[in-house]
C-alpha cells in the first residue's frame, strides 16, 4: 500500500538530539502527524518503527533541559512515497501561504525523467526558491521519512525534563538509548505524563 514496512524487532530505541532552530519544519507536527523529513540523517537511517524520538532544546532556543517534541515512529516513507500520499499533500509547502504553510517538510522528489532529486521551494531552499545544495546532500542521505500519530509537541512552551535519569548531555549528533533499560523507559513515561495528553 506504498508503506515502507520493517521487521518489528523486540529491541526498541529512543533517540534524543538538540533542535537547533524550532520553526515547525523539522519535525513538522502539524496536520495530525510529527514528521521528521529532514536532518537529522542518522536518526532517520537508523530508526525503525516502534522506536521513540525526542527533541530537546539548547542555549540558541534558550530552552536547555527542555522537551521540544516527543514521537513514537508509526511509519516509515521514502521521499518518493511521502510526496505522493494524498495524507500529506498537506505537508508540500506554500511559501506565501500561512506560517504552518510555509514550513511544510514535503520537499523532496525525484524528476520523472532524470532521477535527479527536486527540491521544492522551502524552508530548505535558497531565499529565491533555487535548489540548495547543501541542504539537498544532506537531506538526501538517507531516503527515509520518520512519521508519527502518536506524539506531543510543546515548541516554545517546551517542559524541562530529567535529562540526568538518560544520562543525556546536551551536544553535537544524537544519542541513541535503548529501551530495555528501565531508566529509559521511566524518563518516557514521565515526559509524556508531563504533557497530560490524553491519547497515550
Known amino acids: 500500500e506504498g508503506r515502507r514496512s520493517y521487521r518489528m ?3 526498541r530505541n529512543l533517540y534524543v538530539y538538540v533542535v537547533d532552530r524550532d520553526f515547525g519544519f523539522a519535525p513538522n ?18 530508526a525503525r518503527i516502534g522506536d521513540w524520538v525526542m527533541g530537546v532544546g539548547g ?3 534558550q530552552a536547555t533541559g527542555k522537551c521540544i ?10 521521499f518518493e512515497m511521502y510526496w505522493a500520499d494524498t495524507r500529506f499533500h498537506v505537508k508540500k509547502p506554500i511559501r506565501n501561504g500561512s506560517s504552518v504553510m510555509m514550513v511544510g517538510d514535503n520537499v523532496y522528489h525525484n524528476d520523472v525523467t532524470t532521477g ?10 535558497n531565499p529565491d526558491g533555487s535548489t540548495n545544495i547543501t541542504n539537498l546532500q544532506r537531506d538526501t542521505q538517507t531516503d527515509n521519512v520518520l512519521i508519527s500519530d502518536h506524539f506531543f ?11 540526568e535519569l538518560i544520562n543525556y548531555k546536551n551536544g553535537r549528533g544524537y544519542s541513541k538509548k535503548a529501551l530495555e ?4 523507559t521511566a524518563f518516557i513515561e ?5 504533557a497530560q495528553w490524553d491519547t497515550f
Not at 29 to 36: A, D, E, I, S
Not at 190 to 194: I, V
Open 9 to 11: 524487532l523486540d529491541q
Open 29 to 46: 507536527p502539524f496536520h495530525g502527524y510529527c514528521t521528521l523529513a529532514t536532518c537529522k540523517p542518522g536518526i532517520r537511517k537508523g
Open 59 to 61: 542555549s540558541r532556543l
Open 69 to 78: 517534541f516527543l514521537m513514537n515512529i508509526s511509519e516509515i516513507l521514502t
Open 116 to 125: 535527479d532529486w527536486i527540491q521544492e521551494d522551502s524552508h530548505h531552499s
Open 153 to 163: 509537541y510543546f515548541g516554545s512552551a517546551a517542559p524541562p525534563v530529567d535529562l
Open 181 to 184: 533499560s528501565s531508566e529509559v
Open 190 to 194: 514521565s515526559c509524556w505524563q508531563s
